[in-house]
Every structure is written in structure tokens, then in C-alpha cells.
């Protein structure tokens, strides 16, 4: 199975910040990535596909970058709303999997 | 609007069995692979199952393997996750989810489009 290892499990920052989180997969997965938002008692929300692309409809703040088994996400001015927590997930092969986790706290 | 919407969900001792649905709306069932994904309670997301769009594949976590059947009718769109042998360790909320893949064959990989859950507890 494909291990996906992200980091940090939980950060803090001020509305305004640029926000960065890490997904490390255990082996290569080209771009199979994609980076997931769950807002407390929801279901987790679509935002990156493919390791890159926006989904629609998805604000330009947020944004993904990585191939291989290096990836990165990236909120670029955070704000109020985005408080939640964030999911890498690998679909290269079977069993899919998702990253542990990053809870995104406001200062 | 396209939408997904989960039943079934309840508390049952461990050992027995539980059948959970999702009813699909809005858009064409019969073209996506669909999923089941589950969280345990304050803990992240767990992939369970994968069925293809007409059925004919199906794929498991190990943890799942042997106890859960997924299923589809693609008559009345609807999905199903046929539970047994529950163990306390699959307390969660199951979430009924859309594969990203449009007529892509066995499955993309993605999930684009999720139910809102139901919450399964297996205690004595």
C-alpha cells in the first residue's frame, strides 16, 4: 500500500498568512494527488485535482504543486473560512489513500 | 442538483450486520464508479470500497475484506454497503462518494462529489 505521509498535523496562523502544507507519498505517484477541505461536521470538499488544478468554482488562494513523491499545498492569503482541515489522498494505485491530516487554526 | 444521500445508519452490536444506502440524484449514476469512505469519530479518512459503474469490478480495503460487500442498482441509482461480522473498530461515519471519472472505465481515483454521511456505531 501507498503510505501518505503529511505534515504538519496541525498549524496556527494569522488571517493574511501564507499557509503551506507538505504530502509525502512512499513511492511514486506522478501527479495522482489531489488535496481535500473538511470543515468541522462536513463532508470532506474537492479542491485540488491532479496535483495542480483548481477544481472549479474553488477560490485562487488555494493552490497545489509537486510530482513524484513531493507534494505541496498552499493557501496563499488565509482567511477566516478556511479553518479546517485539509486531506492529501494518492489515486495512483489500490488501495487509495489519504494523508493523516492538517487542522488549519486561526491565530 | 447533484446529490447524495446516505441511510441506514444506526447502532448494532458487534457480530451483527448492517446494510447502509445512497440514493444518487442529478446526475447519470450508471456512468461513475462510486466509493465508500469512512471516519472514525475525531480521526481522518479511510478509503473502504470501490465498485465500477456497472459493477462488475469491485475493490476493498483490507480491513474491510471479507466482511463488506459493495453493490450498486443502477436502475434505481442507488449504492449499497452490505455490512457483517461489524466490529467495534468500524464505528465511523460512512460517506457514499463519487469517483471523478466521467466514463472512465474502472475508476479514476478522485472524489468529487460527497454524501453528507451516516454514522455507524457498533457497541455491546
Known amino acids: 500500500d501507498i503510505q501518505m505521509t503529511q505534515s504538519p498535523s496541525s498549524l496556527s496562523a494569522s488571517v493574511g498568512d501564507r499557509v503551506t502544507i507538505t504530502c509525502q507519498a512512499s513511492?511514486?505517484?506522478?501527479?495522482?494527488l489531489n488535496w481535500y477541505q473538511q470543515k468541522p461536521g462536513k463532508a470532506p470538499k474537492l479542491l485540488i485535482y491532479?496535483?495542480?488544478n483548481l477544481e472549479s468554482g474553488v477560490p485562487s488562494r488555494f493552490s497545489g504543486s509537486g510530482s513524484g513523491t513531493d507534494f505541496t499545498f498552499t493557501i496563499s492569503s488565509l482567511q477566516p473560512g478556511d479553518i479546517a482541515t485539509y486531506y492529501c489522498q494518492q489515486y495512483d494505485n489500490l488501495p487509495l489513500t489519504f494523508g493523516g491530516g492538517t487542522k488549519v487554526e486561526i491565530k | 442538483q447533484v446529490q447524495l444521500v446516505e441511510s441506514g445508519g444506526g447502532v448494532v452490536q458487534p457480530g451483527r450486520s448492517l446494510r447502509l444506502s445512497c440514493a444518487a440524484s442529478g446526475f447519470t449514476f450508471s456512468s461513475y464508479a462510486m466509493h465508500w469512505v469512512r471516519q472514525a469519530p475525531g480521526k481522518g479518512l479511510e478509503w473502504v470500497a470501490v465498485?465500477?459503474?456497472?459493477?462488475?469490478?469491485?475493490y476493498y480495503a483490507d480491513s474491510v475484506k471479507g466482511r463488506f460487500t459493495i453493490s450498486r442498482d443502477n436502475s434505481k441509482n442507488t449504492l449499497y454497503l452490505q455490512m457483517n461480522s461489524l466490529r467495534t473498530e468500524d464505528t465511523a461515519v460512512y460517506y457514499c462518494?463519487?469517483?471523478?471519472?466521467?466514463?472512465?472505465?474502472?475508476?479514476?481515483?478522485?472524489?468529487?462529489?460527497w454524501g453528507q454521511g451516516t454514522m455507524v456505531t457498533v457497541s455491546s
Open positions: 465498485t465500477s459503474y456497472d459493477g462488475s469490478n469491485k
Open positions: 513511492q511514486d505517484i506522478g501527479n495522482y
Open positions: 491532479d496535483a495542480s
Open positions: 462518494v463519487r469517483d471523478s471519472g466521467y466514463n472512465s472505465g474502472w475508476y479514476e481515483g478522485g472524489f468529487d462529489i
